[in-house]
């Protein structure tokens, strides 16, 4: 595997249920981001993990919940999602966050629906 | 609130010809700025990166940074159709932090036709 992967590729959930995306960058990064992208608006950062540390919780509500047990691997936890939590949840990756350079590197995104 | 203004388009260019696409940002700080290119269905890939004024050609692709204008613009040359897709634009805003957060735009939309 190379660059950063996102499992699952698609997902249709109910709003009771519970699910994990999982997310894994194989770039040696330091810091690991969620954001999400709905229809016609920008892309919205919700989490930001430096060193393993979360750093920002981007007034996110708390039925998504971030998880980063190491500085390879990222979760968003889910559960009781609305159906305008529809989108697509992309991953991505950063060699040095605090270097003013912070390039980043996209997964290929996860396209969530909630019925 | 530090904002990332793209002209929505969509932009439609002929075969060859030069698509030019344009971004503006508030935050006089800022200190990177990013090329992202999005194919429908598919995740934004960097294309350009740019951190100082002037020109940064890398193939067809150019990017111009002016920061005293707040303005940075990505120019492609002899377009093609493979690069009709969402161009989006990025900026790093936030000196001294470690966060690393990156501003974008809406996208403009480009259609490249033979």
């Known amino acids: 595997e190379t660059g950063v992967t996102q499992t699952p590729r698609h997902l249709v959930m109910g709003m009771t249920n519970k699910k994990s995306l999982k997310c894994e960058q194989h770039?040696?990064?330091?810091?690991m981001y969620w954001y999400k992208q709905s229809a016609k608006k920008p892309l919205e950062l919700m989490f930001v993990?430096?060193?393993?540390?979360?750093?920002e919780n981007n007034s996110v509500p708390s039925r998504f919940s971030p998880e980063c047990p190491n500085s390879s691997h990222l979760f968003l936890h889910l559960h009781t999602l609305q159906p305008e939590d529809s989108a697509l949840y992309l991953c991505?990756?950063?060699?040095?966050?605090?270097?003013?350079?912070?390039?980043?590197?996209f997964g290929p995104g996860t396209r969530l629906t909630v019925l | 609130q530090k904002e990332v203004e793209q002209n929505s388009g969509p932009l439609s260019v002929p075969e060859g010809a030069i698509a030019s696409l344009n971004c503006t940002y508030s935050?006089?700080?800022?200190?990177?700025f990013f090329w992202y290119r999005q194919y429908s269905g598919k995740s934004p890939e960097l294309i350009m990166s740019?951190?100082?004024?002037g020109d940064k050609e890398d193939g067809r692709f150019t990017a111009q940074l002016n920061k005293a204008s707040q303005y940075v613009s990505l120019l492609i040359r002899d377009s093609q159709p493979s690069d009709s897709a969402t161009y989006l634009c990025?900026?790093?805003?936030?000196?001294?932090?470690?966060?690393?957060?990156?501003?974008f735009g809406r996208g403009t939309q480009l259609t490249v036709w033979p």
């Open positions: 993990y430096n060193f393993k540390e979360q750093t």
């Open positions: 740019i951190y100082s004024n």
């Open positions: 991505a990756s950063s060699q040095d966050p605090a270097g003013g350079y912070n390039e980043q590197f």
């Open positions: 990025a900026v790093n805003a936030d000196r001294g932090s470690t966060l690393g957060r990156l501003y």
């Open positions: 770039l040696g990064h330091n810091a």
């Open positions: 935050d006089r700080v800022s200190q990177s």
